[in-house]
């Protein structure tokens, strides 16, 4: 087993060497300038690099990108082993990143809670409150008692 900082240093150098790669030495269309390498993650024993990316565009676009990467992982994995001078050269497995997807669900849902926030506002705007405007109960003042029940002289 390596440890975790050689298999940090290992995915940094692979996350920089594949994306060197996809944008100056790969003349695939598919793989044009939409594709994003954001993570690279190794296994402890440095014998797997799962590689992260995202695709700006269409469903179509994103599937072609897919096939275009499985195409050049031949390649790709050869830079890689020739930037690493390592034993053994990971192998190399893309993974389409969910972070944008997740990101974009979140802000949805934000939005329709500002939405929400917003109605309540408004509709609150105007309101009264149901009862008095303190609630709570004040004592009477004891002195007024004090007179009633005393006999007059």
Avoid: W
Avoid at 127 to 139: I, M, S
């Amino acid at each position: 087993m390596a440890d975790n900082a050689r298999a940090k240093k290992l995915a940094d150098l692979i996350q920089v060497v594949v994306a060197e790669k996809l944008q100056r030495g790969i003349k695939d269309p598919r793989l044009g300038t939409h594709v994003t390498i954001t993570d690279t993650r190794v296994t402890g024993d440095l014998r797997e690099a799962t590689v992260f990316y995202t695709v700006y565009g269409d469903d179509e676009e994103r599937a072609s990108a897919a096939a275009g990467l499985e195409s050049a992982k031949g390649i790709l994995r050869s830079a890689v082993g020739a930037a690493a001078g390592t034993k053994f050269t990971p192998t190399l497995a893309f993974v389409a990143d969910a972070l944008p997807d997740n990101a974009k669900a979140i802000e949805d849902l934000l939005d329709r809670a500002r939405a929400s926030d917003a109605k309540v506002r408004e509709a609150s705007s105007g309101a009264k409150y149901a009862g008095d405007a303190d609630p709570y109960r004040k004592p009477e003042d004891e002195s007024a008692e004090n007179d009633e029940d005393s006999p007059s002289a």
